[in-house]
């Protein structure tokens, strides 16, 4: 499966001269956490989270409306692109411990946003081809999340560690 067959596209975006309290009027309006972060020449060149905001502000003894995006966000971007495959993603959203992706087009436009919760919609049980699976998904949200696999006891009595992706003992 590939990411633009999952990605929510059309997503809202900010720019790093963007104030906090702007960006969080857009966060509101559009019911998101997260904005990519697009400059002046099109590209993303970062992202912005709720999470970001409030720390940020949290932290400063500033006003939201003298504080910019460009100060607060992550300097680290993380991005797939719309024909990558899903399972691509996942990898980047658990090395990165991260939750959405801006997806970008080979010029690194923004076309869409890729989120777990985007994923976790098209999970299924039983895998067809390049499905993705519920493992697949737990897999990543433990991953983001920085918990193990969780340990299942047996009838027997006996505790057997399953890695979620898989089903099979570890």
Known sequence: MKVREVMTNKPSFCGPESTLEETSFLMQKNNCGFLPVVGDGGNVIGVVTDRDMCIALGTRNRKPSDVRVWD???????????????????????????????????????????????????????????????????????AVRGRPAIPIPSKAGVTVSFKASSHEPQ
């Open 72 to 142: 607060v966000m992550p300097r680290k971007l993380f991005t797939c692109m719309e024909g990558d495959d899903v399972h691509c993603a996942l990898k980047t959203l658990r090395a990165a411990r991260i939750r959405r992706l801006p997806v970008i087009d080979r010029d690194g436009s923004l076309v869409g946003v890729l989120s777990i919760d985007d994923i976790v919609l098209h999970a299924r049980e039983h895998l067809v081809r390049k499905d993705i699976s519920y493992g697949d998904v737990e897999d990543t949200y433990r």
